[in-house]
């Protein structure tokens, strides 16, 4: 396996003793386990003129007043229990095919984004140098934390991308779409999640992903095209290469070394409240993960539906060009199945995850095939059986009525 650290195979050997690692533990370096100080020599890093200029950048951006209830909603929007139902909304209130087309590409461009961290592994502002050498504020305390690499930053990236690709959809201009981007960009430098120039990068990668898919719309033309086998295949084939461009990142960029690696979470730490520390030290959710291929089955499983779903729409729903239709009250009665559904998923995984956890059968496999399972379900639901449970439900108000 190129690029594997045999110091990272050997520590796993001796921890399991009966078990070879697996490619994606050697590849993340996520069961080495790091030690809790920093090297006693700080490693030399890439880039440090760049770096020490873009401290100056966001030591002036967080002196802007006002920013911190905005950039803690930015920060927590990408949570999946809080963007999933704000992104199906669309679908079930304003359009189908625009809710679709525009959760693909959101989708897609986070696996994009995804392999654009992977090659470039960049530290975040805390990350990279001791807090009394950068001169940047901890804002909110430890209430903002990220366990993943900088470059691109996702949340500009993605929200960036939505408008983007919402204003070619319905040919509109492209200026709100860029300063809305913007705006996210500087919420994340605030924070000081970000470099000035990773919330630039996002907003162009944004930029160029959104405009494109938007003049392309490859969920409408698969959903005019109405063959099963073209979706079906155009699914597997789409979500396949995404798949193999992030193993391809993987397989040919080493993983971050582990002193480095070290010294980052050292500087992270170091950043904190002095009471926040102990607790982030403990957390398993908050050790630093840059390299991660299990968090994005969601993603990947969206993109295979929603494309491959199309081609059986005029058989399982022949209206779905036209959805969400009828009058307003129609249209939140609509949002009010849809979220009761979505709401019943999401018990019914934990319910099944709190079983497996209870008979010992939570291992990392049936834990990513229960949130694969779990987003086919998500999607079903929001793209087919949430319309016809709708459909169903008006027809039975209309027969009471008569």
């Given at each position: 396996?190129t690029?594997?650290?045999?110091?990272?195979?050997?520590?796993?050997?001796?921890a399991?003793?009966?078990?070879?690692?697996?490619?994606?533990?050697?590849?993340?370096?996520?069961?080495?386990?790091?030690?809790?100080?920093?090297?006693?020599?700080?490693?030399i890093?890439?880039?440090?003129?760049?770096?020490?200029?873009?401290?100056?950048?966001?030591?002036g951006?967080?002196?802007t007043?006002g920013?911190?209830s905005?950039s803690?909603?930015?920060?927590?929007?990408?949570?999946?229990?809080?963007?999933t139902?704000?992104?199906?909304?669309?679908?079930?209130?304003?359009?189908?095919?625009?809710?679709?087309?525009?959760?693909?590409?959101?989708?897609?461009?986070?696996?994009?984004?995804?392999a654009l961290?992977?090659?470039?592994?960049?530290?975040?502002p805390?990350?990279?140098?001791?807090?009394?050498?950068?001169?940047?504020e901890?804002?909110?305390?430890?209430?903002?934390?990220e366990?993943?690499?900088?470059?691109?930053?996702a949340?500009?990236?993605?929200?960036?991308g939505?408008a983007?690709?919402?204003?070619?959809?319905n040919?509109?201009?492209a200026?709100?779409?860029?300063?809305?981007?913007?705006?996210?960009?500087?919420?994340?430098?605030?924070l000081?999640?970000?470099?000035?120039?990773d919330?630039?990068?996002?907003l162009?990668?944004?930029?160029?992903l959104?405009n494109l898919?938007?003049?392309?719309?490859?969920w409408?033309?698969?959903?005019?095209?109405?063959?099963?086998?073209l979706?079906?295949?155009a699914?597997t084939?789409?979500?396949?290469?995404?798949?193999?461009?992030?193993?391809?990142?993987?397989?040919?960029?080493?993983?971050?070394?582990?002193?480095?690696?070290?010294?980052?979470?050292?500087?992270?730490?170091?950043?904190?409240?002095?009471?926040?520390?102990?607790e982030?030290?403990?957390?398993a959710?908050?050790?630093?993960?840059?390299?991660?291929?299990?968090?994005?089955?969601?993603?990947?499983?969206?993109?295979?539906?929603t494309?491959?779903?199309t081609g059986?729409?005029?058989m399982?729903?022949?209206t779905?060009?036209?959805?969400?239709?009828?009058?307003?009250?129609?249209?939140?009665?609509?949002?009010?199945v849809?979220?009761g559904?979505?709401?019943?998923?999401?018990?019914?995984?934990d319910?099944?995850k709190e079983?497996?956890?209870?008979?010992?059968?939570?291992?990392?496999?049936?834990?990513?095939?229960?949130?694969g399972?779990t987003y086919l379900?998500?999607?079903?639901?929001?793209?087919l059986?949430?319309?016809?449970?709708h459909g169903?439900?008006l027809?039975?108000?209309?027969h009471?009525?008569?």
């Amino acid at each position: 396996m190129t690029g594997v650290d045999p110091e990272c195979v050997e520590r796993v050997l001796n921890a399991t003793k009966t078990k070879l690692p697996s490619w994606e533990q050697c590849r993340s370096g996520d069961d080495c386990e790091l030690p809790l100080d920093p090297p006693r020599a700080p490693p030399i890093l890439p880039y440090r003129a760049l770096h020490r200029a873009e401290y100056g950048l966001l030591r002036g951006i967080q002196r802007t007043p006002g920013l911190l209830s905005p950039s803690l909603a930015v920060h927590y929007s990408l949570l999946p229990k809080v963007i999933t139902p704000l992104l199906a909304i669309i679908v079930w209130f304003s359009s189908l095919p625009l809710g679709a087309s525009l959760i693909t590409f959101v989708c897609a461009a986070d696996l994009v984004n995804t392999a654009l961290k992977w090659a470039v592994q960049r530290p975040r502002p805390r990350w990279y140098s001791p807090s009394h050498e950068s001169g940047l504020e901890v804002k909110a305390g430890n209430i903002a934390w990220e366990v993943d690499l900088s470059f691109p930053s996702a949340h500009t990236q993605f929200f960036a991308g939505l408008a983007f690709c919402a204003a070619a959809l319905n040919g509109w201009s492209a200026v709100l779409p860029a300063a809305f981007g913007a705006f996210i960009g500087l919420t994340r430098n605030y924070l000081s999640m970000h470099w000035p120039s990773d919330t630039i990068a996002a907003l162009g990668v944004g930029a160029v992903l959104g405009n494109l898919w938007g003049r392309v719309d490859p969920w409408r033309r698969l959903l005019e095209a109405g063959s099963p086998l073209l979706s079906l295949t155009a699914a597997t084939a789409f979500t396949s290469g995404l798949l193999c461009l992030m193993v391809a990142v993987r397989q040919a960029v080493p993983p971050v070394q582990a002193d480095i690696k070290t010294y980052w979470y050292a500087n992270a730490l170091a950043a904190l409240p002095e009471r926040a520390r102990a607790e982030t030290r403990s957390s398993a959710q908050r050790q630093l993960k840059p390299r991660n291929l299990k968090s994005k089955i969601p993603m990947l499983v969206t993109v295979w539906t929603t494309l491959a779903i199309t081609g059986f729409y005029p058989m399982l729903l022949p209206t779905a060009a036209a959805e969400p239709s009828g009058p307003l009250l129609s249209r939140l009665l609509q949002v009010g199945v849809g979220l009761g559904g979505l709401g019943g998923i999401m018990l019914l995984k934990d319910w099944v995850k709190e079983i497996l956890a209870r008979r010992q059968l939570a291992t990392d496999r049936m834990r990513g095939a229960l949130k694969g399972l779990t987003y086919l379900a998500i999607c079903s639901w929001c793209f087919l059986l949430s319309q016809r449970t709708h459909g169903a439900l008006l027809a039975m108000g209309a027969h009471l009525l008569k």
